[in-house]
């Protein structure tokens, strides 16, 4: 018998794909340390830390389920380089609102809602972005080559995220917001032309029903597939209570006292966390007992949370942090297994636009929390609340939810 040849992972148009994705989120993940730091450098404000997440997170919410529906429908290449370009122009709006020429000329009442008017426009096209580019990595990769394909995806998306944070800190500290600014844009514009380096792929779903049915198409999948309901549930609920960076601005300035700087490292921390985990399991993947991985991994990142709210020092801080990323990192692997795994092709957008309310919903929502609970009982106390919250989440999991307990693939 003839020895199959397995096919790599690794082709042409993968390969442009996950530069073109590299260079898109390392400058998008620049933007939560530049746009943290100067808000709360206007404003001095907890809470409008909170409102900046919630500017983002209600067109996300809102958009998410008629996103995955059109995403499906459209031709995917096209639909995200719309959603590139349109990134382009709202960073270019915010280096020049959070400009120091903005803050001479004008108000920073008008400065401030400036911030949180272009970041709703980021949710609106963050909506569609998400969705298509998961849906997108299908149709570039074979079946068979899914899984690893996801590992290298959600790596790449990490070395960004590492790296965007990092950039962002020292440029902030050593040059200016315009400045630091201005990378931001010019990584979203060569992602644009390199992403014209993919051809086009069919349209997977050729369905005729209103967007409305679509919608309740996609629900109806996820809430009949268990195991990846409640992975979604449990990833939501956890970072919502348990999610610290919405505040490390103020823990960077006001408790660390490491400045912006410091806030860059403390913000890639977690990410870094994330990609050691996430590299360790591409070539040592999970075998067994997944969903009972996924509660203790969750559980492990409330402590962490826990240790980082009473931590003082700078390194025992990143460490938490980072450890926490650890945690994350298995947990992100293993929901993006079950969602790859369990979803077929046509059905890709519509449940990656449902999986995006949950992210949203944990990260930015959470991020709202966050502010709003620091302002209510101080910063150290809702952070330990949050991380406590977590773990009552896990305990309560464990045991309404044994589904997910057992749960394997």
Same mark, same amino acid.
């Given at each position: 018998m003839m020895k199959r040849i397995p096919i790599p992972v690794i082709n042409k148009e993968f390969t442009w794909f996950i530069i073109a994705r590299i260079l898109f989120i390392a400058g998008l993940r620049m933007t939560p340390v530049l746009l943290g730091w100067r808000l709360y450098e206007i404003t001095g404000s907890k809470l409008a830390l909170g409102f900046l997440g919630l500017s983002e997170v209600i067109p996300a919410i809102l958009l998410a389920l008629p996103a995955g529906v059109k995403v499906d429908k459209s031709n995917k290449h096209r639909l995200i380089s719309i959603c590139i370009a349109l990134y382009f122009f709202i960073?270019?709006?915010?280096?020049?609102? !959070?400009?120091?020429?903005? @803050? @001479?000329? %004008?108000?920073? &009442?008008?400065? @401030?809602?400036?911030? %949180?008017?272009?970041? +709703?426009? !980021?949710?609106?096209? &963050?909506? +569609?972005t998400a969705s298509a580019f998961n849906a997108f990595l299908a149709q570039l990769i074979p079946q068979e080559s899914l899984v690893k394909a996801v590992s290298v995806n959600s790596m790449v998306w990490l070395v960004a995220a590492v790296a965007g944070p990092a950039v962002a800190g020292v440029l902030m500290g050593y040059t200016n917001i315009t400045i630091a600014f201005t990378p931001?844009?010019?990584?979203?514009?060569?992602? +644009? +032309?390199?992403?014209?380096?993919?051809?086009?792929?069919?349209?997977?779903?050729?369905?005729?029903?209103?967007?409305?049915?679509?919608v309740k198409e996609g629900l109806r999948f996820v809430f009949h597939q268990k195991a990846l309901l409640g992975a979604m549930s449990l990833d939501m609920f956890a970072v919502l209570f348990g999610g610290a960076i919405a505040l490390l601005?103020?823990?960077?300035?006001?408790?660390?006292?490491?400045?912006?700087?410091?806030?860059?490292?403390?913000?890639?921390? !977690?990410y870094l966390g994330n990609f050691v985990a996430i590299a360790w399991l591409t070539t040592h993947p999970l075998k067994k007992k997944q969903g009972r991985t996924l509660l203790y991994v969750v559980a492990g990142f409330g402590l962490c949370i826990l240790v980082f709210a009473i931590s003082q020092n700078f390194w025992l801080s990143f460490i938490a942090l980072f450890a926490g990323g650890l945690f994350d990192g298995v947990s992100v692997i293993i929901r993006g297994t079950v969602v790859q795994l369990f979803v077929p092709d046509e059905m890709r957008g519509r449940v990656s636009s449902v999986n995006s309310i949950f992210i949203n919903s944990s990260n930015e929502l959470g991020q709202f929390e966050s502010g709003v609970a620091a302002a209510a009982m101080g910063t150290v106390p809702s952070v330990i609340f949050g991380g406590c919250m977590t773990l009552v989440v896990v305990f309560v999991t464990w045991f309404k939810a044994p589904g997910l307990r057992k749960f394997e693939y």
């Open positions: 960073m270019l709006g915010l280096l020049i609102v !959070t400009s120091h020429w903005m @803050e @001479e000329n %004008y108000s920073k &009442r008008l400065i @401030e809602w400036s911030i %949180y008017a272009l970041v +709703f426009c !980021t949710g609106a096209v &963050r909506a +569609f931001v844009c010019v990584l979203i514009a060569i992602s +644009f +032309f390199l992403f014209q380096k993919i051809k086009p792929k069919p349209v997977s779903w050729q369905g005729s029903s209103k967007t409305w049915d679509g601005p103020v823990f960077a300035s006001d408790i660390l006292h490491v400045g912006p700087q410091g806030l860059g490292w403390l913000v890639a921390a !977690t």
